[in-house]
């Protein structure tokens, strides 16, 4: 069971208590989540559940309103976006947020440089560049080479949501917040998306959030289940799959998305 | 025919100071969504500054760049010292920064005096000289600035299309949110951009007082044109701001010319044709 695991290094993600709320509502509470170096999460539960706006805290793309979260042990919950991206944290969006404008190379060349620096320079893209090479070798693991040169508009959905898995893996992440990257794909599509998933680097935590049972269960070793912005259940995705309470509010309600 | 010629460059004249105005401010526009109200305020002082630098040093060049720098510098001010802290809220982001504009206009006022000034031009760009094949005599320092427009029109283009601090430029026109989460600091790319904007005004400012000249109210002068530029041409896009100066600056002359009694009526009747057929502008791009 990796839940139960024991790791002597600090776990990747720790989150206590934490809590985020809107106005009057809060759209998570009290949310306690430990994920091991390495592991496979993913984070189930229906419409509202409270999934992104989790997400949205974890990356520092919006503060929280209570509790403390730890990347490898140092506690970040101050720490502005760019700096946990330095500290290897990645994101995508559940509806892909991407420069329609740019190229694949320049999207690519961006992600590099965001975090290694040396943007500023007033250069030609096209220059014996380290940045570029480590572009060209992002395509070919989200498999979106052969539309190097093309710009993002003018591509199919399933290769957007390729190319964000790509971003996403610039610079050694080392820790995945992937936010429903099969949403939206065909049945054609899906498979390949799932490949990319297990395809990952060993050693990088994945947090994902799925709709999608079968990429969620295939690509991940443990589940944690959100109902109304809390945490309802948490376990293997066997346990998951029996366990009556999810099955009420999740799993027996997903079939009208 | 030869009024004809003379009207056109006039035209093209007028479009090259024009473009050079509304460049920076549809820049600013484009990345950051701000409408700058002290765009023109930012093209008087650079025109004030390079006048100064001329009057002492006698350089002309000198003038032109101090006067870029001068309005540089004080964009990326504005930006960092007031804008910035009203990131997001546009409405007042426009408000502060019309207040901006009449507090700079009214400390230029006091420097500078009410005076209309003309800077003085280097030997090679004054008198004028025959055109080949057209055959009219145009003056240097006009012939200049058209040149001038298309170099800096052609410069911009290769910044933002070409090299890596343009991809950045044009990430964040695309989507500022995910430019921030790719882990680049949007609030000094803001200030940096600011600063270009307003080198450009400033730049504009100085050669505007050489082909022209600079009076107090040449910066509401320059921030209408702008306006209305940016609206023909479409915000935020450095090929519509040409093609949106060229349309006003010979619509202008061209109606000056032939029909003196409705001449400034035709550039509003350009932009509202655009307005009603092509809100976003002819080159711009629809909001989504």
Redesign the interface.
Known sequence: MPISQTHTNANALEVRGIGKRFGGFWAVQDINLTVQPGERRAILGPNGAGKTSLFNVLTGDTPATAGTISLFGTNVTREPINKRIQRGVRRTYQHAHLFNGLTVRETLFLAVAGVRGGWRQVLPLRHNDARLTEAERLAEVAGVTDVLEREVSELSHGQRRQLEIGIALAEDPKILLLDEPAAGLSPAERPKLSALLMALPKDVTVVLIEHDMEIALQTSESVSVLYNGRLLAEGSPKDIMQNEEVHRVYIGGAHGH | MTLFLIVTLNGLTLAALYFLAASGFSLIFGLMRTVNMAHGALLLLGGYVGYSIVDVTGSWGLGVLGGGLAAALAGALVQAGVLGWMQGDELRQTLASIAISIIMADLMLWYWGGLTYQVALPEALAGGQRLPILGVGYANIRLALMAFALATGLALWF?IQ???????I??G???Q?????????IGRIFV?VFALGGMLAGMAGVVAASALSIAPGTDLQFLLSSLVVVIVGGMGSIGGAALGALLVGLAEQYGLAYAPTYGVVFTFAIMVLVLAVRPQGLLGKAEQ
């Open positions: 910044l070409r090299t890596r601090f343009g991809a950045v044009r990430a026109v695309d989507d949110d995910m430019l921030r989460a790719l882990g680049y600091p940096l």
